[in-house]
């Protein structure tokens, strides 16, 4: 059971506080919290779980905020972990981000749906469809009235979701849509790191299959992969039932309404990526010299574009001038120098090449800038993971069902 929530700020400061069952805890637990945090650094940041002298505590830190969960008693960690993503999740979805204005502004949606999520520090109400039929998501309109009427009662729905009586409380009872569609898209992020010898050290996908269904009555789905062993570190929906996967990878299920993560999954050791960036640095008299390419390695069969570049300009580079044959060269204040390029063009590779000026006194470049690379494809998963097909039961017509697949760079590093 747990007994208090806190928002921290980036600074440490605690944004929003929540109490969730009758015994309270004292805001002194984020002080110790936020000083163990700066005497041991990033690395306390990573701990999910951590022992405080008067509680337990799990923590979890998304765009700079940290949802800090506290508990006295005995209880599974992952429950803990997980209702935290959950409220993270939630609120990105209803804020349309996560950062300390957005929360700021929205206290009042923030704490209504801290209110239906969680209830005596259990978990109550997680699914993103449902709590939209309870709370409606903050728009110019609630807020005018909120100022004018000084009541929040424009968020709040009168009634009840219908799914609070259904067997499913993910999905509204008698559901009904003029046409029946269900469309699913396989979402991939490629992470790769290459060393300054141009070897792959590693090259992961992190994938989700996600879904939008608009379909009538109590359909029941069951979706399969051509090559599903390729498949690691697999995260399900509460919907997905577990037995048929665990017994033949087969995804059977009841979906939500509307838009929801089905799964997501890691694909480990690829040996390729898409696109190759060769850094070339050589300094010497107080000048360094830069070169890059960048080129295509394995035709994916799909066009790559949303090409971009960025990397940034070691402390001791006092002056930069970079210029590119195809794309744009922008030096922003804070020395980070971004490459857009775009499509790559069949007539040439894209190159960028200048000079860096190091501070007086310095005859080479010491430290060696990290080349992030971003890029996206649209209609192919690199991992190679393929849907074999989805059938539907329970269902009157006959549904319309779209398949989609895009790429994108994920953490992709290139060192020089």
Request: net charge neutral.
């Amino acid at each position: 059971m747990l007994q208090c929530i806190f928002l921290l700020a980036d600074s440490g400061e605690v944004m929003l506080e929540k109490q969730l069952s009758g015994h309270r805890v004292d805001r002194a637990i984020c002080s110790w919290f936020w000083e163990q945090a700066i005497a041991q650094g990033d690395s306390f940041k990573l701990l999910p779980v951590i022992a405080s002298p008067t509680h337990y505590l799990f923590q979890i830190v998304r765009e700079g905020i940290t949802f800090l969960a506290c508990t006295q008693a005995e209880m599974p960690p992952l429950m803990g972990i997980e209702f935290l993503c959950r409220v993270a999740d939630v609120l990105s979805d209803y804020l349309g981000g996560l950062n300390e204005d957005l929360i700021k502004d929205n206290f009042v949606i923030v704490y209504e749906l801290l209110d239906e999520m969680i209830d005596n520090g259990f978990p109550l109400t997680t699914e993103l469809n449902i709590l939209r039929e309870m709370i409606a998501p903050p728009n110019i309109v609630s807020k005018v009235l909120s100022v004018v009427t000084g009541s929040n009662i424009a968020n709040m729905n009168t009634t009840l979701p219908g799914a609070t009586a259904s067997c499913v409380p993910w999905r509204t009872t008698d559901l009904k849509h003029s046409n029946n569609e269900i469309y699913v898209d396989l979402v991939e992020e490629m992470d790769a790191t290459i060393n300054r010898d141009g070897i792959l050290v590693k090259c992961e996908i992190y994938g989700e299959v996600q879904v939008n269904s608009h379909l009538s009555g109590l359909p029941d789905l069951t979706l399969s992969f051509s090559n599903p062993s390729i498949l690691n570190d697999v995260r399900f929906h509460p919907c997905v039932r577990f037995r048929p996967w665990e017994s033949h990878q087969i995804l059977s299920f009841v979906p939500p309404d509307g838009q929801f993560k089905l799964m997501s999954y890691r694909v480990k050791k690829l040996k390729s990526t898409p696109i190759y960036v060769k850094p070339q640095l050589s300094s010497d008299a107080g000048t360094c010299r830069v070169s890059v390419l960048v080129g295509t390695r394995n035709d994916p069969g799909k066009t790559v574009d949303s090409i971009t570049v960025q990397f940034q300009l070691p402390p001791c580079v006092l002056s930069a001038d970079l210029s590119s044959n195809h794309g744009t060269v922008n030096i922003l204040t804070n020395k980070t120098c971004s490459w857009s390029i775009g499509r790559i063009p069949k007539d040439k590779a894209p190159s960028m090449t200048g000079k860096l000026v190091l501070v007086t006194g310095l005859e080479r470049l010491h430290v060696f800038p990290t080349f992030k690379v971003g890029f996206r494809i649209m209609g192919v998963a690199l991992s190679g993971l393929k849907i074999d097909k989805l059938d539907l039961k329970n269902l009157a017509n006959k549904p319309y069902k779209g398949f989609r697949a895009m790429t994108q760079a994920g953490e992709y590093e290139v060192r020089s």
